[in-house]
């Protein structure tokens, strides 16, 4: 039977959490999304459930937390995020930049000088106005690395810059490392994907005449 359930987010009902809008955020928008448009019917006893629910705990506290002192699914000594092998950030960076800015600092489509932790989520928050919704596809191994692809998805309705939507389904792939302590913090995600086919879509570049390299020349 399919599991119709609700991601479950844990730690959004402490008390006094400093959230980036002054509120804990409202994810009944990208949850419709997610249910209605999954790929996956996870039971809700599995590990695939844990994990997703996992990181989609994590994914609120990072994009929403501003204080390291809220943060409760990761070992806040050893955390690290490290981005295609090439970057290796630790909580302090997380908080500071921001998830826009640590996951597309290695793309030569996207400049994170211009923009900030808020501006991107701003940025992001414009273009999927109904959610920007996650899901885990297929789970490998557990813990303590855990290790599993997943998808990012939603639908093109708002400007990126200039740049007019067009309804479209924008769609990210990838796979993750999660190592873990034996009660499930996170002690280091190693991320791998390409951001670049979803930035070429926003920014309608033609992929046959524009090259990812030479665009950033």
């Not at 290695?106 to 991107?120: G, Q, V």
């Not at 997943?150 to 190592?179: A, M, N, Q």
Request: net charge negative.
């Amino acid at each position: 039977m399919a599991d119709d359930q609700c991601p479950t987010r844990q730690y959004m009902d402490e008390a006094d959490v400093h959230w980036r809008h002054g509120r804990k955020p409202d994810y009944s928008v990208v949850n419709k999304k997610y249910l209605a448009e999954k790929s996956r019917n996870w039971k809700a006893d599995s590990l695939e459930k844990l994990v997703e629910n996992l990181v989609k705990t994590w994914e609120m506290e990072s994009s929403h937390k501003m204080d390291a002192k809220d943060w409760h699914t990761v070992d806040k000594e050893t955390f690290r995020i490290n981005v295609n092998g090439k970057f290796d950030y630790t909580l302090a960076d997380n908080i500071s930049k921001g998830n826009y800015q640590l996951l597309l600092a290695d793309s030569p489509l996207y400049d994170t000088d211009k923009e900030s932790n808020s501006s991107s989520h701003k940025l992001f928050k414009t273009v999927f106005p109904t959610g920007f919704a996650w899901e885990l596809l297929e789970l490998f191994s557990g813990p303590p690395n855990v290790s599993f692809s997943w998808r990012h998805w939603g639908k093109w309705d708002g400007k990126y810059y200039d740049v007019e939507p067009t309804g479209e389904t924008i769609e990210l792939l990838g796979f993750c490392v999660s190592r873990v302590t034996e009660d499930l913090k996170v002690k280091k995600l190693e991320i791998y994907y390409d951001p670049n086919p979803m930035l070429t879509q926003l920014m309608k570049l033609d992929k046959k005449v524009c090259p990812m390299q030479s665009c950033a020349e």
